[in-house]
């Protein structure tokens, strides 16, 4: 049964510390999203990949969020310092990047900083 | 940019019964996809239906089916009857022909038992 899989599924951090969070796609899938979930906001871009190399990360705050691939089979999303306004539910998802085709989601990190 | 607009932040429903979820979007493209999906309390996006802009006909999918006005720019989700089991956030989105989702704020139904 191919998914996305996110590690971790929960993290409580304290301000100012390091997150790195993890999405394996699902095998032969070429494009990465990378989503946050608030309250307020809703659903919102971070970043979105294809053949590993960033296509959109307008979404990002910059001073401290990055986004990369190292390889095909991992996208992460690394959050330093984090701050308490970070806090929210990190999706990613994955696809074919072809006509016609959904995206499969993950089941979210819930980031907690206090 | 593309936007949608999701304008019930909250519906509910009796079980066995009918309600409709509205959308709106935003674009200046003519080919396009739309999707209504469903988040449960287990935070899971599940994909509960998707429409091609270039095609009439609305998209069913068993108890769930769409209004599509393209010219109105409206994508409505209809569901029949209702099952406790349909209680969930629900998100409309908007994708380009390729490229990433853009969601509406969602629209939290409730079913009555």
């Known amino acids: 049964d191919a998914r996305v899989t996110q590690t971790p599924r929960h993290k409580v951090t304290e301000m100012g510390q390091e997150v790195t969070m993890r999405c394996q796609p699902i095998l032969g899938h070429n494009t990465v999203f990378w989503y946050r979930q608030t309250m307020m906001q809703g659903l919102e871009l971070l970043a979105y990949f294809r053949n590993r190399a960033p296509l959109d990360d307008s979404g990002m705050p910059k001073d401290r969020f990055s986004a990369e691939m190292p390889d095909a089979t991992l996208a992460t999303l690394k959050i330093q310092p984090s701050e308490p306004r970070d806090s929210a539910v990190y999706f990613c998802a994955s696809g074919l990047g072809r006509l016609n085709t959904e995206a499969f989601f993950g089941q979210g990190t819930r980031l907690t900083v206090v | 940019a593309q936007t949608v607009t999701q304008s019930q932040p909250e519906m509910s429903v009796q079980e066995a019964e009918t309600v409709t979820l509205s959308c709106t979007y935003d674009t200046s493209e003519s080919d396009y996809y739309l999707f209504w999906y469903k988040q449960p309390p287990s935070r899971q996006m599940i994909l509960v239906i998707r429409?091609?802009?270039?095609?009439?006909q609305n998209a069913t999918e068993n108890r769930f089916s769409v209004n599509f006005q393209k010219a109105a720019k409206s994508f409505s989700l209809k569901i029949s009857d209702s099952q406790l089991g349909d209680a969930a956030m629900y998100f409309c989105?908007?994708?380009?022909?390729?490229?990433?989702?853009?969601f509406g704020k969602g629209t939290r139904l409730s079913v009555i038992a």
């Open positions: 429409q091609e802009a270039y095609k009439q």
């Open positions: 989105a908007y994708r380009r022909v390729i490229g990433p989702l853009v």
